[in-house]
C-alpha cells in the first residue's frame, strides 16, 4: 500500500478543510452526559460481586534490604484470600525499570521509600489494609542519598554499583559559546530550581484484574490501553491475544498512567491466585511515593545579548534525577535554550543522577516547564539589562526552523510572533507597561510578567488505526483505541466524523480504549492525541464517504464526481433534484453497513511540526508578608486550527493553573539529611491550587491557524505547551512589582519573606513606555 | 483506610465519662482530624465515643453576659452566626479561614481546639518525641513549618486559628468530666511541651471540652484575625495575628495580640501588648510592637522567613485597626 | 487550682442561666440555642458496636431507604461506591483533602470519605445521582455540560455537588461566594475557571425552574 492509500484506502490525500461547519466550534463534550450524571464508569468504579481488594505493603525507608516477610498471622485472618511476597512462588516475575534494569515484583533490594515488599488481597479494602498491617517486616536499613545536588559528592552512598551517573552528562553544542559571549553587550549568568512535582490525577493509580483461566481482563486507569497490553503481555509472558486491557474513562494522568504500574501486575497475580477479580488502587498517599514525578532540575544559564535584542550564546547546565532508576531525570530540560530562540552559540550539559526517591514518569510537557523557568527569567533579564520591552526581545528571536535539530528542519508553521504580538495586544500589554498602578498602599506592589515557549512535539505521528462505521439509517459508529484523558478527544473526534459525513454529534456513537474491541492508538499524551488521531478518523471517513458516493452514484444514475455529501444526503452539484437520502441508499441497506478504514499518515519528511506559546500576567504583592496574588493571565496559543473552541479554552486554563501549582505551592519534600523519606504525602502538605489560588480572569486568545502541511486536519498539539511558560511569566511579574527576582519555584512566602526582607525596600522596575 | 475500633454513641455526658474510663477509648465530634490521625497511625484507639446525641453540646447560646458556644457547633456555625460576625469578628474572620467549606461544615469548635499538631513528622512514620520517641526530628530536619517561640525538645506549632482569636477575645474553656465541670481560660488550656511534649491540652482523659464561653464585648473592642498561608484554602497559618484591641479616646486601652503558627501553643505575644497599650497606634507604635513580638523568636534553619512575616504581618494589622 | 476553678463556676453561672448551665452539665433535658442548627440523630438506643462487627443501619440515600450491616468504621463512601454500587460519588484521597467525594448531608456539602456510614443514618444524604430527574440532568449538572466545567470529569460529582449545596443556600450567589464555595474541591485539570462560570449558569438554570432542585 502506498503511503497516499494510507490517507483513504484509495485515491489522494485530502485537501485541507476550507470552511468548515462544526469544527472550531464551541462544542460541549459528546461524553458530558456520563461524566455529570455520574454514570461513567471509571476503573475505579468497576466492581464484581465476587471481587476482592488488594492491596501492597511498601518499604518505608529510602534504601534498605528486607531480610524476611512474616505472614504467618495475616493468612490465617478472616477474609483475606491471598498474602505475596517476594518469597512466595507467584511472585517469580520480573518488573523492567529500563531496558537493562530487571528486578523482581517484590525485590528484597528497596532502592525507594514506596517499593513493594508485599501484598494481600481480602474481601474488604479494610480487611486488606489489616492484613497489610499485620505482616511482619525485618529490614536491614541501608545508607541512602536523597537530594540530587548531593549524590555526585564524594563519599555519597551508591544507589545502583556503578556510582550516582545514569549516564556520562551529555553535551549539545552549536557553534562557540565564547565567541558569542564575547560579541555580547550584555552577559548575564543565573542558577534556577524548579521542585520536583508530582502529578497527583484525581483518579487513583490501579485497576480491576480478572482472569478467565489463562485470559487476563484488565480495567485500568490509563492514558493507552495498547501500551498497557503489551508491557503486560511481555511481563506476564502471555500472547496479546489473551491480554485485554479496558480504559473507557479514566480520571486524569498527566503522563503518569502512560504504562501499567507494578500495581497492575499485583493486581493480575493475586487475581490468578484467588481465582477471582481484584480491584487494586493506591491510596494517595502511595501515589506521591511510587506513581511518578516531575524531577526537580537544578539549572545555571549564562546568557548574551546584544544591545539590539540580539541573543549572542546560551550556556545551560541541569543537573536533575529521575530517582532510583533511569527514568528520564534530565529528559527535555535544554530543549528550550536550545531551539525556542535565534541563536548562534548555544552548549547545553545534562547530568542525570540516581538518588533514592520514587522514579519519575513523563510529567505534562517534560523537561520543558523547568528549562523555561530559567530561559523566561533570563529572557527577562536581558530585556532589563538592555532596556528593551521584554516582548520586544523575543520577537527580536524568532527563529523559522529547528536551531537544535540536525539539517535544521523548517516548522511546519510558528506562530511564536503571533502568540507574542496577539497576547500581549488581548492583554493590553503596552498600556500596562506604561501605567503606575499603585495600590496606594507602599507594600502592596502591582507588577506584570510574560514567557514564551514551544513544545519539542506535539506534531503527532503514525502510527493509528481508526475505523468509522455507518449503519443503514445514516447514524455512525467511530472506534479507535484512544483514551480520552479529559483534553475532549472523543468529542474533537466525533467533530470531524460530523464535519465529514455531514452527521449529527449525537447520531455517532464512540467505542475506545478497549483493546479487545477497538484499533490500534499509542497512548494520549505528548500533546499528539489529537493531530494524531483526527487525520486517521478524517481518512476512515473519506473512505466511507467515497463507497457511500459510489452507491449513490448507482441510485441516482450520475457521475459520481459530481456527487457530494451534504446533511445526510448525498446531492449532484451538477444537477440540484439528484438527491438521496444517507438511509435511502440502496447498496447501504443491502450490505447493512459501510466500514471505513483509516490510517495516521507520516509526517513530512523535512520539516517539523510544534506548537507555540505565550502567557502573560499580571500579579499583585504584598512585600510585608509575602503572599502574591495572581490577578489575571492571557494565554496565547497557536496549536494549529481549533477544533473544539470551548475544549481548547479548558485546556489553556487548566495548564495555566497546573503552572500556578508549580510555580506557587508545589513540591516534593524530603527528609534528606535524616531519614530520606517523602514528608509532605497527601494533598494538605503537597499543595495543588485550589479554586482560590487562581485569577478569576483569564483569557485563551487561540491563533487559529491550520497547518496543512503538518497533517489532514491542520491541528497541533495542546495540552502541553499550555502550562509551560506559566511560572516563568509569574516571577517575572514578581520581579516587575518588586525588583526581585526569584530563581527557586515555590513563591510562597516561605521563599518571598526572607527575599523581600533582604531586598530590603523592595523597587518598583521603572515602566518604560 | 482505617483501622477497626468500638464505636458507641451515649446519650447522655454521664454515659459518655463512662465510656472513657474504659481504657484506650477516645472523643469523636466532627472527626475531620481524628480520622486522619487514625488512618495516618498517629495514635490508635480502641473505641470511638462519639458525642453526636449530646445535645446539651449543640448551639450557640446568649449567657446574658456573653456567648457560650457548645463544643459540637461546627465552624461553619461559627463563621456565619450573626451574632459572633457583629461582636466578635476575629473568631467569626478565623473560623472562616479554617480548612474547607466541606471541613467547617463537619468539624467543631472544640475538635478544633482539641486538634492534633500538624507537624509532619508527627503526622508521619516517624517515633518522635511527641508519639513517645527520643528526638523531635524538625530540629535537624524540615522545620519549614516549625516554631520560632515556645519550642522546647517538640518544636510544633498549633495549628488552630479559632484558638488565636479565641484567647484575644478573653475566651474561657468550659470542661466537662466525670467529675463535674471546670473552667479554664483559653490560654491556660494548651500544654507546653516545656510541660509535657506528649499533650497538646490540660484535658484529663476522662474529660471533655464542652463549650467555649465568652465575655460580652467590652466597650470599644476591635478585633480582627488574618491569617497568612501558602494555599489559600485548605491550608494551615504560616503565620496569623489575632488582635483584640479596645480602644478609648484614639489610644489603645488594653490589648490582646495572640499569633498562630509561630509557637506549640497559641502565643500571647505580651511583648508587643506592652508596646501598644496605653498608645496611640502611630507608624513608630506600630514598627515597635512588630519589632517586640519577635524579639525573643528563636528560628530554626528554615523558619527565619517567620520573623520578617510575622512583622509584616502585625504592622499590617495593626495599621488596619488604627486606619 | 481548685479555688480557681470555684470562682471560674461562680463566674460561669453568672454568664449561663441556671437552666443552660445544667444543661450543659449534662443533667437537664435541652439546650436553648439562639442560633444554630442541631443535628437531628435518628438513633435513639445506645449500643456499643464492637470492632469488625456489622451493625444494621438504614440510610436515607436520594430520597430511598437503604438497610445494609455495615462496621463501625465504615466510611459512607465505602457503603456509598462499593456496598450500593452508588459509584457517582469517587474517592480521591480518602482523607478530606481533594472533595471528590462530596456529597450533601441535610442540604450541606460533606466529605463521605470523612463520614462514618453509623453516622449517616438519619440524615437526608443526596449524590450526584440523586440530582437527576430520571434521566434528565438537574440544572448544575445541565450547567457543567454547557459551560464544560471539567476535563476528565473524576472529581466532577463532587464539584457539582458543592455547588449544589451552595445553591440551596444562596440562590444567587456572589463570585467570592461561588469561589469560596469551590475552595473545598481540588480539579487537577484545573477547570475552575469553567466550574465558576458553570455555577452562574447553574443558578440561571435554577431560577427558571423555579428554584427547584
Known amino acids: ?769 | 483506610m482505617l483501622p477497626a475500633f468500638d464505636y458507641v454513641r451515649p446519650k447522655s455526658l454521664t454515659d459518655v465519662f463512662k465510656h472513657l474510663a474504659s481504657k484506650g477509648t477516645t472523643v469523636k465530634a466532627g472527626g475531620t482530624d481524628l480520622f486522619g490521625c487514625l488512618r495516618d497511625g498517629v495514635f490508635q484507639t480502641s473505641g470511638l465515643v462519639s458525642l453526636n446525641n449530646i445535645k446539651e453540646l449543640h448551639g450557640i447560646a446568649d449567657t446574658g453576659n456573653g456567648l457560650r458556644i457548645g463544643a459540637l457547633t461546627t465552624i461553619t456555625e461559627v463563621a456565619t452566626s450573626p451574632v459572633i460576625r457583629n461582636q466578635y469578628p476575629a473568631l467569626a474572620q478565623a473560623a472562616m479561614e479554617v480548612a474547607s467549606p466541606q471541613l467547617r461544615n463537619q468539624g467543631t469548635i472544640g475538635g478544633n481546639l482539641c486538634q492534633k499538631p500538624r507537624c509532619w513528622y508527627y503526622r508521619g512514620e516517624f517515633h518522635c518525641l511527641r508519639k513517645g520517641g527520643e528526638t523531635c526530628f524538625a530540629v535537624t530536619g524540615q522545620n519549614q513549618y516549625h516554631c520560632i517561640l515556645g519550642g522546647d525538645g517538640c518544636y510544633i506549632v498549633h495549628p488552630s486559628d479559632i484558638a488565636p482569636a479565641l484567647i484575644a477575645l478573653d475566651a474561657r474553656v468550659q470542661i466537662a468530666g466525670s467529675k463535674g465541670a471546670r473552667y479554664v481560660p483559653l490560654e491556660e488550656f494548651f500544654m507546653s511541651p516545656t510541660k509535657d511534649p506528649k499533650r497538646e491540652t490540660v484535658l484529663m482523659p476522662d474529660e471533655i471540652v464542652a463549650g467555649v464561653l465568652l465575655p460580652a464585648p467590652s466597650k470599644g473592642l476591635r478585633s480582627s484575625y488574618r491569617k497568612v498561608r501558602a494555599r489559600r484554602s485548605w491550608d494551615f497559618a504560616l503565620a496569623s495575628v489575632a488582635l483584640a484591641l479596645t480602644m478609648s479616646d484614639r489610644r489603645v486601652a488594653s490589648a490582646h495580640v495572640v499569633l498562630g503558627g509561630a509557637a506549640p501553643v497559641p502565643w500571647r505575644s505580651r511583648e508587643a501588648e506592652e508596646v501598644i497599650a496605653g498608645k496611640q497606634l502611630d507608624a513608630a507604635t506600630i514598627t515597635k510592637a512588630a519589632e517586640a513580638a519577635m524579639s525573643k523568636a528563636q528560628p530554626m534553619d528554615h523558619n527565619h522567613y517567620k520573623l520578617a512575616l510575622f512583622r509584616g504581618l502585625i504592622e499590617e494589622q495593626l495599621q488596619a485597626m488604627a486606619g | 487550682m481548685k479555688k480557681r476553678d470555684t470562682s471560674e463556676e461562680d463566674k460561669a453561672k453568672q454568664g449561663l442561666t441556671r437552666r443552660q448551665f445544667l444543661t450543659t452539665m449534662g443533667v437537664g433535658t435541652a439546650a436553648v440555642a439562639v442560633s444554630g442548627k442541631r443535628q437531628a440523630h435518628a438513633a435513639e438506643e445506645e449500643a456499643v458496636i464492637k470492632a469488625g462487627d456489622l451493625t444494621r443501619v438504614a440510610l436515607n440515600i436520594n430520597g430511598r431507604r437503604h438497610r445494609l450491616m455495615v462496621e463501625p468504621r465504615w466510611s459512607l463512601l465505602f457503603v456509598l461506591r462499593e456496598r450500593l454500587g452508588l459509584t457517582g460519588t469517587k474517592v480521591g484521597c480518602e482523607r478530606g483533602e481533594c472533595g471528590a467525594c462530596t456529597v450533601l448531608i441535610n442540604d450541606v456539602p460533606r466529605y463521605a470519605c470523612m463520614t462514618l456510614a453509623v453516622e449517616a443514618e438519619g440524615a437526608k444524604i443526596i449524590t450526584v445521582e440523586g440530582l437527576m430527574n430520571g434521566e434528565e440532568l438537574g440544572p448544575v449538572q445541565q450547567a457543567f455540560l454547557e459551560e464544560d466545567a471539567f476535563q476528565c470529569g473524576y472529581c466532577t460529582p463532587g464539584q457539582i455537588m458543592a455547588v449544589e449545596g451552595l445553591l440551596r443556600s444562596f440562590p444567587d450567589p456572589s463570585s467570592d461566594q461561588v469561589r469560596a464555595a469551590m475552595s473545598g474541591n481540588l480539579c487537577r485539570c484545573g477547570t475552575y475557571t469553567h466550574i465558576a462560570k458553570a455555577t452562574s449558569r447553574a443558578a440561571e438554570l435554577r431560577r427558571k425552574a423555579g428554584g427547584a432542585s
Not at chain 1, 469544527?23 to 465476587?50: L, M, Q
Not at chain 1, 477497538?518 to 500533546?527: I, N, V
Not at chain 1, 441508499?585 to 478504514?597: A, D, N, T
Open chain 1, 1 to 769: 500500500m502506498s503511503e497516499e492509500q494510507k490517507y483513504s484506502g484509495r485515491g489522494a490525500a485530502p485537501k485541507p478543510w476550507d470552511k468548515t461547519t462544526i469544527i472550531g466550534k464551541r462544542i460541549p463534550r459528546v461524553d458530558a452526559y456520563e461524566r455529570v450524571s455520574g454514570s461513567a464508569v471509571y476503573p475505579s468504579d468497576v466492581t464484581f460481586p465476587d471481587m476482592l481488594y488488594g492491596a501492597v505493603l511498601r518499604c518505608p525507608w529510602a534504601c534498605a534490604k528486607v531480610r524476611s516477610v512474616d505472614t504467618s498471622g495475616t493468612e490465617k485472618m478472616e477474609g483475606v484470600y491471598a498474602v505475596i511476597s517476594g518469597w512466595s512462588p507467584e511472585a517469580g516475575i520480573y518488573w523492567p525499570y529500563s531496558k537493562d534494569i530487571r528486578m523482581k515484583l517484590f525485590d528484597p533490594l528497596c532502592r525507594y521509600e514506596g517499593e513493594p515488599v508485599a501484598a494481600v488481597a481480602a474481601t474488604t479494602p479494610y480487611l486488606a489494609w489489616d492484613a497489610i498491617r499485620s505482616i511482619k517486616v525485618e529490614y536491614d536499613r541501608l545508607p541512602f542519598v536523597a537530594d540530587e545536588r548531593k549524590a555526585l559528592d564524594d563519599g555519597a552512598p551508591h544507589v545502583h554499583e556503578i556510582g550516582n551517573l545514569v549516564t556520562p552528562t551529555q553535551v549539545y553544542q552549536r557553534g562557540d559559546v565564547a565567541k558569542g559571549f564575547a560579541e555580547a553587550d550584555v552577559v548575564l549568568e543565573e542558577t534556577y530550581r524548579t521542585e520536583c512535582e508530582i502529578h497527583t490525577p484525581m483518579e487513583l493509580h490501579g485497576c480491576v484484574a480478572r482472569w478467565d483461566r489463562d485470559r487476563l481482563t484488565l480495567w485500568e486507569s490509563t492514558q493507552g490501553v495498547y501500551a498497557v497490553q503489551a508491557r503486560v503481555s511481555e511481563i506476564l509472558g502471555l500472547p496479546l491475544s489473551k491480554v485485554r486491557v479496558i480504559g473507557h474513562y479514566m480520571g486524569g494522568a498527566f503522563g503518569s498512567k502512560l504504562q501499567p504500574g507494578k500495581y497492575t501486575i499485583i493486581a493480575a497475580v493475586l487475581a490468578k491466585m484467588t481465582a477471582r477479580p481484584v480491584k487494586l488502587f493506591l491510596t494517595r498517599e502511595e501515589t506521591f511515593l511510587a506513581a511518578g514525578n516531575r524531577p526537580p532540575a537544578n539549572m545555571r544559564l549564562k546568557a548574551g545579548v546584544r544591545k539590539d535584542g540580539r541573543l549572542t550564546a546560551l550556556h545551560f547546565t541541569d543537573i536533575g534525577t529521575g530517582g532510583a532508576y533511569p527514568a528520564g531525570g534530565t529528559a527535555f530540560v535544554d530543549w528550550l535554550a536550545q531551539d525556542l530562540y535565534a541563536c548562534p552559540n548555544v552548549k547545553t550539559e545534562l547530568t542525570d543522577v540516581y538518588i533514592n526517591a520514587g522514579p519519575s514518569r513523563p510529567f505534562r510537557a517534560p523537561g520543558h516547564p523547568q528549562g523555561s523557568w530559567a530561559l523566561e527569567q533570563m529572557m527577562d533579564a536581558l530585556a532589563v539589562a538592555i532596556k528593551m520591552d521584554p516582548v520586544e526581545v523575543r520577537l527580536k528571536n524568532i527563529p523559522l526552523y529547528s536551531q537544535a535539530r540536525p539539517g535544521n528542519p523548517p516548522y511546519t508553521t510558528t506562530g511564536l510572533r503571533e502568540c507574542l504580538t496577539e497576547g500581549a495586544k488581548a492583554f493590553k500589554w503596552d498600556e500596562a507597561r506604561r501605567k503606575t498602578r499603585e495600590s496606594g498602599k507602599e507594600h502592596i506592589r502591582r507588577g506584570i510578567g510574560m514567557a514564551g515557549a514551544l513544545w519539542a512535539v506535539g506534531g503527532g505521528r503514525p502510527p493509528s488505526t481508526v475505523i468509522v462505521k455507518i449503519f443503514a439509517d445514516g447514524s455512525v459508529n467511530l472506534n479507535m483505541g484512544a483514551s480520552d484523558i479529559g483534553t475532549g478527544t472523543k468529542t474533537i473526534m466525533a467533530m470531524v466524523v460530523a464535519e465529514e459525513l455531514g452527521v449529527k454529534l449525537d447520531a455517532i456513537q464512540i467505542e475506545n480504549a478497549d483493546t479487545g474491541t477497538t484499533q490500534y492508538a499509542t497512548p494520549s499524551g505528548g500533546s499528539k492525541t489529537v493531530p494524531t488521531e483526527s487525520p486517521a478518523v478524517r481518512a476512515a471517513c473519506i473512505s466511507v464517504k467515497e463507497q457511500l458516493l459510489q452507491m449513490a452514484a448507482q441510485d441516482l444514475k450520475a457521475d459520481v464526481s459530481s456527487l457530494m455529501v451534504r446533511s445526510e444526503e448525498i446531492v449532484s452539484t451538477a444537477d440540484a433534484s439528484k438527491r438521496i437520502k444517507i438511509s435511502g441508499i440502496s447498496g447501504l441497506k443491502e450490505q447493512g453497513v459501510i466500514v471505513g478504514i483509516g490510517y495516521r499518515a507520516p509526517n513530512p519528511a523535512d520539516k517539523i511540526t510544534n506548537p507555540f506559546a505565550a502567557q502573560f500576567c499580571e500579579v499583585e504583592v504584598d512585600t510585608k508578608t509575602g503572599e502574591v496574588k495572581i490577578l489575571r493571565f492571557v494565554g496565547a496559543n497557536d496549536s494549529g486550527r481549533v477544533m473544539d473552541r470551548l475544549t481548547y479554552d479548558n485546556q489553556v486554563f487548566g495548564g495555566i493553573t497546573m503552572g500556578i501549582g508549580l510555580a506557587m505551592t508545589e513540591a516534593r519534600i524530603l527528609d534528606a539529611g535524616q531519614t530520606g523519606k517523602m514528608l509532605n504525602r497527601n494533598w494538605h502538605d503537597y499543595k495543588i491550587p485550589t479554586a482560590l489560588d487562581v485569577p478569576a480572569e483569564m483569557v485563551s486568545v487561540p491563533l487559529d491557524l491550520p497547518d496543512p502541511e503538518a497533517n489532514t486536519t491542520g491541528a497541533k498539539g495542546l495540552g502541553e505547551p499550555v502550562t509551560i511558560p506559566t511560572a516563568p511569566a509569574v516571577a517575572n511579574a514578581i520581579y516587575n512589582a518588586t525588583g526581585v527576582r526569584v530563581t527557586t519555584t515555590g513563591m510562597t512566602p516561605v521563599q518571598l519573606c526572607e527575599l523581600f526582607a533582604r531586598a530590603k525596600q523592595p523597587t518598583k522596575q521603572k515602566r518604560e513606555g
